[in-house]
């Protein structure tokens, strides 16, 4: 007696299909389960033993093997030991074989036969769909996850019980069904901050504006309590909505990570403030079960690191890769993955350990010192950020000045608009934002008229930029055109897209 069930595994972000086969013949009773389990299989091993048992199916003391296959992939977690319950049951007849055929089978048993949740049901529920499965049968507090995805049947189970009732007549069970419309009606966080409760710091809402709406790099530098860490707080009211696909992308990491926390997507971009204590694995991803990281959870959204400098130094030098690649690569034994990480990096610093420098008259710092503290951001970090800019210390008369600040649902309509003509203009390319352009999609898109050309080759030698600097300033200048609503980059575009990458001249310049 033979039978055949098929689950998945999650591979990176993705999922792979695999195969549950169960083999029943006489000898000495035996249960046995092959194909390079790791110990949390092994486990599953006992677990379905128990389970069965309680849910009053005495296994007959036959010779049982269970293999899992393809056998060079990691087969982690616990989401097998429902497709192993119900392998073994088809093999001793309990199941009609024709339903196990188009069906993908996930969930994790309680000894009792309860079935539980399980991590990562959505990246596996698309992977069955694209590999032309009809249906999948979840664990019931995974059942919203699954029912996301388009175009496969979702069925929810909770009990092994249940299960085996719903694969002998799918007939008289209802597929799951969600409103994904409804998800997304509250795309912007509900926080009860705003933009408008920050006095003055003109220049620097500016920046974030810009930074928000083509996702660029910034990094702010200036004094204590002039109100970094609070415009940064300030960020997520004015984030753009996500697409379903950028949804889907960053929901498919959450679901891995076990952190949908009974949400079926992930509907609000992400903004992540892991603080300055945190292991370079917590930031990257990784670890012996892989999970991602920080930068992968901020994945389309904010990172924001709050006083870098206290940060350790080799954890964020390990950022400079994805930082580039936009994804992080994870290295195993027997494996190799990619989690994306295509994040905004926000950053704050004072400029020194006292905070106050260069104004030398508050600053007690000696420049060794204030040397060695700017030293901490190495070159080619700081190189990685678009835009910097200085928060000044703010004064009493502005801070008492009731004029009216702009509120953040002004801010976020011009960003909106910014960010439509991004998406309008990279349709169907797999870009989002400007700073998702690569060195010839910024040949193609950021097209310069002579003026602007020697504009920014003056700049370019002054300045003794690098060639990633020069790309992303003109990466900068699109976005910075884009919410003046103009398709040509002219030279105001260019000098205030030169301007951010100055600043950083007056702190590091002579180091
Ligand atoms: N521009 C500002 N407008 C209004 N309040 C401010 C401003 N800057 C600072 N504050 C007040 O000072 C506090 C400390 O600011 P914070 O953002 O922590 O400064 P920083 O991060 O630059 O050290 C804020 O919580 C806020 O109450
Ligand atoms: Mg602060
Ligand atoms: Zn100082």
Redesign the pocket.
């Known amino acids: 007696m033979f039978s055949k069930v098929y689950s998945a595994v999650i591979h990176g972000i993705d999922g792979l299909i695999v195969s549950v086969e169960a083999d029943v013949s006489d000898g000495l009773p035996l249960f046995d389960m092959v194909g390079l389990l790791n110990s949390e299989v092994k486990e599953a091993r006992e677990r379905v033993r128990i389970a069965l048992k309680n849910s009053g199916y005495m296994l007959p003391a036959k010779r049982i093997t269970v293999n899992l296959s393809p056998a060079d992939i990691r087969k982690e977690g616990t989401a097998f030991d429902l497709p192993v319950a119900i392998a073994i049951l088809a093999a001793f007849g309990h199941i009609l074989e024709e339903n196990l055929e188009g069906t993908l089978i996930i969930g994790e048993l309680s000894l009792n036969g309860k079935i539980n949740k399980v991590n990562g049901v959505l990246p596996l529920v698309y992977a069955a769909k694209k590999q032309g499965f009809l249906r999948c049968v979840v664990p019931k507090d995974n059942a919203e996850e699954g029912a996301v995805v388009n175009g496969i049947e979702i069925y929810s189970v909770s009990t092994i019980t249940e299960a085996v009732n719903l694969l002998s007549d799918f007939t008289i069970h209802k597929p799951n069904t969600i409103d994904v419309d409804r998800l997304f009606e509250n795309p912007v966080s509900n926080e009860d901050v705003d933009f408008s ?5 003109a220049a620097v809402k500016r920046a974030i504006e810009i930074a928000v709406s083509g996702m660029h790099n910034i990094l ?1 530098i ?12 300030r960020i997520p009211t004015i984030m753009p909505e996500l697409t379903f696909e950028e949804s889907m992308e960053i929901s498919k990491i959450y679901s891995i990570a076990g952190l949908l926390d009974n949400r079926a997507l992930i509907t609000r971009r992400p903004f992540r403030s892991p603080h300055h204590s945190i292991t370079t694995t917590a930031l990257v991803g990784g670890g012996t079960i892989p999970k991602p990281g920080e930068i992968s959870l901020a994945h389309l959204g904010v990172l924001f690191l ?1 006083e870098l400098p206290e940060f350790n130094k080799n954890t964020i030098e390990v950022l400079r890769q994805p930082l580039e690649e936009k994804a992080i690569t994870i290295s195993r034994l027997n494996a190799t993955f990619r989690y994306p990480a295509g994040f905004m990096m926000v950053a ?1 610093m ?1 400029p020194c350990s006292c ?1 106050y420098y260069p104004d030398r008259n508050k600053c007690s710092c000696s420049l060794p010192m204030v040397k060695r503290y700017l030293g901490k951001i190495s070159k080619p970090l700081l190189d990685r950020f678009d835009i910097c800019i200085e ?1 000044m210390q ?1 004064d009493y008369k ?2 008492q000045n009731k004029k009216d600040e702009e509120n953040s649902s002004d801010i976020r309509k011009r960003i909106y608009k910014a960010r439509q003509i991004q998406l309008k203009r990279y349709e169907n390319q797999g870009i989002w934002f400007n700073s998702q352009l690569t060195p010839k999609n910024i040949r193609k898109y950021c097209k310069l008229e002579a003026k602007e050309q020697s504009l920014l080759e003056q700049a370019f030698r002054k300045m003794n930029l690098t060639a990633r600097a020069y790309h992303r300033i003109l990466k900068v200048a699109r976005t910075i055109a884009d919410l003046d609503l103009s398709e040509r980059i002219s030279t105001k575009h260019i000098s205030e897209a030169i301007c951010y990458r100055s600043i950083d001249g007056k702190y590091w310049g002579e180091m």
């Open positions: 409760e920050v006095a003055g710091q702010m200036g004094p204590p309590g002039s109100g970094k860490t609070m415009l940064a707080k709050d704050s004072n905070g928060a703010i502005e801070l």
